[in-house]
């Protein structure tokens, strides 16, 4: 089941992909005109943590030394392919064309299209731990 999809306007990914294993993860930005973000993805992990029981959540958005936090999200692969439609906006760079989520540049604006999925339980250390599956659905550089 999917909650809902929300669109990330006009942030960065200033740590580009991270990679655990074969899972692959976008980290954007967030910042003060992001708390809207916060704040819905915060009520569906409590919502989604009533149905499966109460375990420690770990959350997608982790905070930073400066006060800004970084959403961490899910991209989906298939035979090693990272599965995200790109987009580029009207006015982006004609260098910009073409490029891909593995090229953005650390100061690239961009809009992250993303999916709300289910909450799951998973181990870390032997402790069980409580997750919300969120996933890119699409990029659109500005």
Do not use: C
Request: glycine share 6%.
């Amino acid at each position: 089941m999917t909650w809902e999809k929300i669109t990330v306007f006009n942030t960065s990914a200033p740590f580009g992909i991270e990679s655990s294993g074969a899972i692959y993860y976008l980290k954007v930005l967030l910042d003060e005109n992001h708390d809207f973000i916060r704040d819905r993805l915060e009520f569906i992990e409590k919502e989604e943590m009533k149905k499966l029981g109460n375990f420690p959540i770990v959350s997608n958005i982790r905070k930073l030394k400066d006060g800004k936090d970084i959403l961490r999200i899910r991209i989906k692969t298939f035979k090693n392919r990272k599965l995200i439609k790109m987009n580029y906006d009207k006015k982006s760079n004609k260098e910009d064309y073409l490029m891909t989520i593995d090229e953005l540049h650390i100061d690239t604006k961009i809009n992250v299209k993303f999916s709300i999925g289910n909450g799951y339980i998973f181990q870390i250390d032997g402790e069980n731990k409580f997750g919300l599956n969120i996933t890119v659905d699409e990029v659109t550089i500005l």
